[in-house]
């Protein structure tokens, strides 16, 4: 069974302070989270995660981060300017970025970040964008193909799609590159793989590991280039419903350092940094959206409407994802109603929930959206003119506190040219 992080009675204090809908954080949860990360792969001394900032790029959510010993992983240039306003610096910061505009790259090198090229035509574009080749570089690699892991009776475990991304480098691209990166003056180098997204398995990064330490072993063996890190990148998933089981992140550092020990070591590499670029593992289940019932419908379905919509919550919508709803008050009654959590846009597809079982639902209920700490309030948009929400974190002392202003009408209204 599922519980929010928050209690009805906290939750009916903070909605006091601060108006519906709002994403609201959890402190705690946030540093228990880093912290058992930073404890399964404490074996590994050069060990990093850089927080996939567009899963909560909030301030104060990355303050907490750096505070915990994370760095940052940015994809865009507001994303590095976030990371240089919240203090992060130099090698800190990932730039883990595709199709990546020049002006990126600029302030990429000027803030130090270490680079991540998605592609080997991205070596000579930055020689010409940024006049040199850094000595710090990474790649990252495609191998192609279908990803999969576990074979059972009920299908795959893990599957997905590599061979269909338009991310990375081939293997044959890599080599050429670490090639012609060394020859152009990089000294150190890093290898990056993306390849299954929110896996529910202690056993995607440790089969990852293998891949990756495999190549990193063949790359400096052929090319002489000096291999000083290995990204495992995000994927690491959560237990989005109630029967799913939660990743163990301790197995998994104990995985991925078997394979270090199996295949690194004996190669002479046992000086490799490990990195990881997590956002859903880190943020996820440590937000929730907090949402107001307004009413009833009863056609040829039932329907409760919220407050909230899709702009506050894209996934449901973009990947029929399924996010857990708690009846705030009523979290152990029976969930013997039937209803489609619906918002307000013009668009069928705004539902949090399709024939979900819930209990008794009444008009200003408050509904616990779960799991929307990642990729919930970042992936939001003004379409119909909604107005993204407010961010509010329960702190660790039980306090809460707003870390982002919900929009208003001005905001929306900024970008606009009015004639006269
Ligand atoms: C999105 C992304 C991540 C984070 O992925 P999660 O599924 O949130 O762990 C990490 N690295 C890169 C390059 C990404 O694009």
């Not at 992983?73 to 199709?99: Q, W």
């Not at 329907?303 to 705030?328: S, W």
Request: charged share 25%; glycine share 10%; with cysteine.
């Amino acid at each position: 069974m599922k519980r929010p992080f928050v209690t009805g009675r906290q939750l009916e204090k903070i909605v006091r302070q601060f108006p519906t809908p709002f994403h609201l954080y959890d402190e705690t949860g946030i540093r228990e989270t880093a912290r058992k990360l930073k404890a399964a792969f404490a074996w590994n001394p050069g060990f990093k995660e850089y927080f996939a900032v567009k899963a909560n790029p909030n301030p104060a959510i990355l303050k907490i981060l750096r505070e915990e010993g994370c760095g940052a992983d940015c994809s865009s240039l507001t994303e590095l300017m976030l990371a240089d306003k919240c203090g992060f610096t130099g090698s800190e910061i990932m730039f883990s970025s595709n199709d990546t505009p020049a002006e990126e790259f600029q302030l990429a090198a000027k803030l130090g970040a270490t680079i991540n090229l998605d592609d080997f035509t991205h070596i000579d574009f930055l020689k010409d964008t940024i006049g040199t080749i850094p000595e710090t570089i990474s790649c990252r690699f495609n191998p192609g193909g279908l990803f999969t892991l576990g074979e059972s009776a009920e299908g795959f475990q893990v599957m997905d799609n590599p061979g269909d991304s338009k991310y990375g480098f081939t293997k044959e691209q890599l080599f050429e590159g670490f090639k012609k990166l060394k020859a152009m003056g990089a000294k150190r180098f890093g290898i990056h793989a993306f390849l299954a997204s929110n896996t529910l398995s202690n056993d995607y990064y440790p089969t990852l590991a293998g891949i990756l330490f495999k190549l990193a072993v063949e790359l400096e063996r052929e090319t002489g280039c000096h291999i000083c890190f290995i990204n495992l990148s995000g994927g690491v998933g959560i237990p989005y419903k109630p029967d799913q089981q939660a990743n163990d992140i301790a197995v998994i550092g104990e995985g991925v350092r078997k394979q270090f020990e199996e295949i690194l070591v004996p190669a002479g590499m046992g000086d490799v940094s490990i990195c990881t670029e997590l956002g859903r593992f880190m943020l996820g289940p440590n937000g929730c959206l907090v949402t107001k019932v307004l009413h009833f419908k009863h056609t040829y379905k039932e329907y409760v409407g919220v407050d909230a919509c899709a702009a506050n919550l894209m996934r449901p919508a973009m990947y029929g994802a399924y996010h857990h709803i708690t009846v705030m008050g009523k979290e152990d009654a029976p969930c013997d109603h039937k209803y489609d959590v619906t918002g307000g846009l013009c668009e069928n597809n705004d539902k949090f929930a399709i024939d979900r079982m819930l209990p008794e639902v009444e008009i200003g209920d408050l509904l616990v959206i779960h799991d929307t700490g990642a990729h919930g309030f970042s992936m939001g948009y003004n379409y119909n003119g909604r107005l993204r929400s407010a961010e509010v974190l329960l702190q660790a002392d039980g306090s809460s506190r707003l870390i982002r202003r919900a929009e208003t009408p001005e905001d929306y209204f900024a970008t606009m040219l009015f004639e006269d």
